[in-house]
């Protein structure tokens, strides 16, 4: 089990979800962090789900084609899993307007989702 108790539930409605994603993937000045994630496990994968369900319990779950994608805002930080069935092709991303969040929660969030794989 993860130590993410630390991490600030996330109060936002789905339609605000939504709508930060849709503002902050369209802003030219968005940066995105994109990360190749190749060795995911049944474990990873239910470590994940459990940090996300932890964050906020309507994270947008879609897919297709083998591939599926989960999507939460954290702090304005966008985080996007996706798990493909090609696992060299399954990655985890982080988008922001950087003027718009803290470095700090960055470096949290990032450091408790890569710490599953680490883990693993």
């Known amino acids: 089990m993860y130590d993410y ?3 600030l539930k996330q109060t ?16 030219p000045l968005c940066r995105r962090e994109n990360y190749s994630m190749p060795q995911w496990t049944d474990e990873t994968y239910t470590n994940l789900l459990d ?27 966008i ?6 069935t090609d696992l060299l092709r ?12 803290e470095m700090s929660d960055l470096n949290q969030i990032k450091q408790t989702f890569f710490s599953v794989f680490e883990n693993c």
């Open 5 to 7: 108790n630390f991490l």
């Open 90 to 101: 399954s990655n985890v991303s982080f988008t922001y307007l950087e003027p718009q969040i």
């Open 12 to 27: 936002y409605t789905q339609r605000g979800l939504i709508d930060q994603i849709t503002t902050v993937q369209n802003n």
């Open 79 to 84: 985080i996007r899993l996706e798990n493909d």
């Open 51 to 77: 940090i996300l369900d932890y964050i906020y319990e309507d994270y947008i779950q879609a897919g297709q084609d083998g591939t599926t994608l989960f999507c939460v805002i954290y702090n304005n930080i």
